[in-house]
Structure formats: structure tokens, C-alpha cells
T-cell receptor, first 116, second 115 residues
């Protein structure tokens, strides 16, 4: 149980276009989801906390107009990278907190974004 | 602000041997959780073990165990009988309790397992 599905697993887009990444909790309701960015050989950097039915909370230094987060339902959060540029190329991972069994966090499988 | 420190960027262990990964953290909270996550080359984050701060007993999960020293704010991971499949990045993480509480990750330790 407590599965988080993330799509797409990889995407290549042209500079200036927008890309949407979906994160779904398959067998539980997630009022809060988290979006991370990970550069090669580095740790996960929290970008924002996504709250169902309200505005996301962004970490310092993260452009909220570039990284649009929508959490319209208890099972779906989306991250849209707007007007993508090559420097936005990275690995993006979503996560949801779960109380299934024990307190913990479940992660999606990640999305590798390449902007050309 | 809470911080998590992993001072070993890379570690190596021979198959069937034991290795310990270090983690220290800084917090003023008394109620929190600590985690070790494994990230293999697939980059899927996999929970290895968790520890609740109010529990004095060290958590164990099969070959994985922790040494939780609350006063010293230390949370090391011991992997016994290492296997080739244990090779991965290992991240120590911290969170306070609460619905919207976020995970704070350490910088990670890359574990190599040799024959």
C-alpha cells in the first residue's frame, strides 16, 4: 500500500515550452505532497509543499511563477515548469506523507526533464 | 533551522561484511522522526528504516539497524552481511511530527559493495 505514481518518467521539451508532471497517490488520500529537485550526485532539494485546495508553499529561492503547483484533489498534485530553459533540466521527485501503518513518506519514481 | 549532516560522501564495504553510515542532526524539537532512505541507480527512493525520537530502543529491519543517540543527535545506520544490492546512495532524513511537516535530507553517502 501507500503507492505514489509519477508521470512522465522522462520528458524532453524545447526551450520556451511548458511541461506538466503529475503525482498521484493511488491507494490513499494525500492532503500534502512535496516536490523535490535533484541534481546529479546531489541530495534532494525541497521546492515546495503542495496542499490540497490551497496555495502551495514554496521554499526560499524557488520561483513560484516558473514552477506552478496545483493540488486540486486529494490524490493528484501537478508541477508545471513554465517557459522551460536548459537550466531547468533536472530530476524532479514528488512525495506524499502517509500514516499507513507507520508515519512515513512515499516517493514517486521521479521525472527526468531535459530542456533542449 | 534543522540540519542533517552526513560526513561520509563515499563508503565501501566487502560483500558479507558490516558497514556503518554516519548521520548527525541539529534540532531544538523533542518529538521528531528520523529516516534512512536508499536511492539505487533507478533513483527510486526506498525507505530503509525509521526511528521515532521518543523511543529509546534502536530500530531494526532485518540486516539494517540504527544507533540512535538522542542526546548526541546522532543516527547511524549499520548494514550487516552487506549484499551487492545494497550499493546505492543513502540519505539520512529528519522531520518533526505534523501533517505538513517536510523532510530535511542530508547530503548522502554513496555506498559501494565489492566482491
Amino acid at each position: 500500500g501507500a503507492v505514489v505514481s509519477q508521470h512522465p518518467s522522462w520528458v524532453i521539451c524545447k526551450s520556451g515550452t511548458s511541461v506538466k508532471i503529475e503525482c498521484r497517490s493511488l491507494d490513499f488520500q494525500a492532503t500534502t505532497m512535496f516536490w523535490y529537485r535533484q541534481f546529479p550526485k546531489q541530495s534532494l532539494m525541497l521546492m515546495a509543499t503542495s496542499n490540497e485546495g490551497s496555495k502551495a508553499t514554496y521554499e526560499q529561492g524557488v520561483e513560484k511563477d516558473k514552477f506552478l503547483i496545483n493540488h486540486a484533489s486529494l490524490t493528484l498534485s501537478t508541477l508545471t515548469v513554465t517557459s522551460a530553459h536548459p537550466e531547468d533540466s533536472s530530476f524532479y521527485i514528488c512525495s506524499a506523507r502517509t500514516d499507513r501503518g507507520q508515519y512515513g513518506y512515499t516517493f514517486g519514481s521521479g521525472t527526468r526533464l531535459t530542456v533542449v | 533551522a534543522q540540519t542533517v549532516t552526513q560526513s561520509q560522501p563515499e563508503m565501501s564495504v566487502q560483500e558479507a561484511e558490516t558497514v556503518t553510515l554516519s548521520c548527525t542532526y541539529d534540532t531544538s524539537e523533542s518529538d521528531y522522526y528520523l529516516f534512512w532512505y536508499k536511492q539505487p541507480p533507478s533513483r527510486q527512493m526506498i525507505l530503509v528504516i525509521r526511528q521515532e525520537a521518543y523511543k529509546q530502543q534502536n530500530a531494526t529491519e532485518n540486516r539494517f539497524s540504527v544507533n540512535f543517540q538522542k542526546a548526541a543527535k546522532s543516527f547511524s545506520l549499520k548494514i550487516s552481511d552487506s549484499q551487492l544490492g545494497d550499493a546505492a546512495m543513502y540519505f539520512c532524513a529528519y522531520t518533526i511530527t505534523g501533517t505538513a511537516s517536510k523532510l530535511t535530507f542530508g547530503t548522502g553517502t554513496r555506498l559501494q559493495v565489492t566482491l
